[in-house]
T-cell receptor, first 108, second 112 residues
C-alpha cells in the first residue's frame, strides 16, 4: 500500500539551530501538504505544494517539493521554542496519506 | 468562521455502550473527514464524505458508523467498541477533496 515516511522520527535542537525534516513517498503524489501538531493539540495546516520542484517560504520555514513529486522537505531556520511540535507531511494520492511525523524539541 | 468544532471533548465508554461523536463546520466546506490518532502516531484516515456522500471508507470495522446529516455536520456512531479503539478522534473539513484541511480539537475516547 501507499506509504509516506518521514525522517528523522525525533529531533532535539538548541534554540537558534536549524531543523530539517524529510518526507518520502513510495509513489508519485498529486500534491503534498504540511501540518504542525503541538503537544496536546490538533494538526494545523501550514502549506500545500503542487508543482514539481516547487519551493515556498513562510518567514523562517522553507518547503520544497521534489522534481519527481515523491519527496518533500521542511526546513526551519533559527528555531524558536514556539516551533516545538510534530511536523507531518500528507501526500495526496487519491486521498491523503499522512507521513510518520517528526517530533521537534527545542532546548532553550 | 474558520473553526471546526467537536463534541464531546472527552468520552469514556464501556464496551457495551452506544455513543456518538459530533463534528460541525460553517465554512461551506464540501468534504469532511474522520481520523483516528493514537499517541505518537500520525492521523489515520477512517472516512471521507464529499458533498454529503461517503466516498472513502478505509476498511474500518462496522462498530464505527459515520453519518453526514447535512453539509455542515458529521457524526460518528460508536457501538460495541474494544479497548484498542481508545484514541483521539479528529474531524476535519476542506473546501473540496484534496484541499487544505481544517482540523477540530478532537474527542479523546477511552473504552473500558
Amino acid at each position: 500500500g501507499q506509504q509516506v515516511m518521514q525522517i528523522p522520527q525525533y529531533q532535539h535542537v538548541q534554540e537558534g539551530e536549524d531543523f530539517t525534516t524529510y518526507c518520502n513517498s513510495s509513489t508519485t503524489l498529486s500534491n503534498i501538504q504540511w501540518y504542525k501538531q503541538r503537544p496536546g493539540g490538533h494538526p494545523v495546516f501550514l502549506i500545500q505544494l503542487v508543482k514539481s520542484g516547487e519551493v515556498k517560504k513562510q518567514k523562517r520555514l522553507t518547503f520544497q517539493f521534489g522534481e519527481a513529486k515523491k519527496n518533500s522537505s521542511l526546513h526551519i531556520t533559527a528555531t524558536q521554542t514556539t516551533d516545538v511540535g510534530t511536523y507531518f507531511c500528507a501526500g495526496l494520492w487519491g486521498q491523503f496519506y499522512f507521513g510518520t511525523g517528526t517530533s521537534l524539541t527545542v532546548i532553550p | 468562521d474558520t473553526e471546526v468544532t467537536q463534541t464531546p471533548k472527552h468520552l469514556v465508554m464501556g464496551m457495551t455502550n452506544k455513543k456518538s461523536l459530533k463534528c460541525e463546520q460553517h465554512m461551506g466546506h464540501r468534504a469532511m473527514y474522520w481520523y483516528k490518532q493514537k499517541a505518537k502516531k500520525p492521523p489515520e484516515l477512517m472516512f471521507v464524505y464529499s458533498y454529503e456522500k461517503l466516498s472513502i471508507n478505509e476498511s474500518v470495522p462496522s462498530r464505527f458508523s459515520p453519518e453526514c446529516p447535512n453539509s455542515s455536520l458529521l457524526n460518528l456512531h460508536l457501538h460495541a467498541l474494544q479497548p484498542e479503539d481508545s484514541a483521539l478522534y479528529l474531524c476535519a473539513s476542506s473546501l473540496d477533496r484534496g484541499g487544505e484541511q481544517y482540523f477540530g480539537p478532537g474527542t479523546r475516547l477511552t473504552v473500558t
